[in-house]
């Protein structure tokens, strides 16, 4: 996977088990390079910034997640819960649980029809419960509370791979918040969980962590 701009001499590549850190010290480039990306990752079609893989463009909407604000990252957002009860769906489908989701059908139909009887209003409702709609019914919601900002981050490189949500998540000045054993761990894990990192950094922070460093002066020079 590559991402390649119009503001960039160098093309940023992805491979496996290597963090790309962008460093644009230009405060004008680092506004317009984000606004960018923010634009893609809504929907935008119109831009001087590219994803491709194999040589085909994909979607940003599709394949990225940009974290501006750790702090503000929420885990329930209506895509991931979405892509969750889907999730959760096919394991009904997979495992045969459907048996019981049609005795619980019952249970509720018997229930609303009792309520309809003793109200003395005719009612009208769905014979069928998808799954979906008991998820929803349920709030059915990934656990959170109680964790680091760390913690928080981990579990959710973990929950964009299994539920394949993203290929690459963008980090903005994720070293303002995270030291270097942390930052570590957080390369760790998005290894494992074969998801591609791109830190995109302000200022420069020195680190002994590996990583592929683009830097762009103030000056705008380009330095590999």
């Known amino acids: 996977m590559k991402i390649a701009s119009q503001e960039l001499d160098k093309v940023i590549i992805f491979q496996e088990n290597q963090v790309n850190e962008l460093i644009i010290e230009n405060v004008g480039l680092f506004q317009r390079f984000l606004w960018q990306i923010l634009q893609q990752i809504g929907g935008s079609c119109e831009s001087s910034i590219f994803l491709t893989?194999?040589?085909?463009?994909?979607?940003?909407?599709?394949?990225?997640?940009?974290?501006?604000?750790?702090?503000?990252?929420?885990?329930?957002?209506?895509?991931?819960?979405?892509?969750?009860?889907?999730?959760?769906?096919?394991?009904?489908?997979?495992?045969?649980?459907?048996?019981?989701?049609?005795?619980?059908?019952?249970?509720?139909?018997?229930?609303?029809?009792?309520?309809?009887?003793?109200?003395?209003?005719?009612?009208?409702?769905?014979?069928?419960?998808?799954?979906?709609?008991?998820?929803?019914?349920?709030?059915?919601?990934?656990?959170?509370?109680?964790?680091?900002?760390?913690?928080?981050?981990?579990?959710?490189?973990?929950?964009?791979s299994e539920l394949l949500l993203y290929k690459l998540i963008i980090f903005v000045n994720i070293k303002s918040y995270l030291n270097e054993e942390e930052l570590n761990l957080l390369y760790q894990a998005a290894h494992y969980a074969k998801v591609h990192l791109l830190l995109i950094e302000s200022c420069e922070r020195k680190t002994s962590l590996k990583e592929n460093r683009v830097i762009i002066d103030s000056d705008m020079c380009e330095i590999l």
């Open 53 to 160: 893989e194999e040589d085909k463009i994909l979607s940003w909407e599709k394949n990225v997640e940009i974290i501006i604000n750790p702090f503000q990252l929420d885990i329930n957002q209506k895509k991931v819960l979405n892509r969750l009860y889907q999730n959760m769906s096919n394991i009904v489908q997979e495992k045969g649980y459907y048996i019981k989701l049609n005795e619980l059908s019952s249970e509720i139909i018997n229930l609303l029809t009792e309520i309809e009887f003793d109200g003395d209003i005719s009612l009208d409702y769905s014979m069928n419960i998808e799954p979906v709609q008991i998820f929803k019914m349920m709030d059915v919601k990934i656990e959170t509370e109680g964790k680091t900002l760390l913690e928080k981050l981990l579990g959710y490189i973990k929950i964009v």
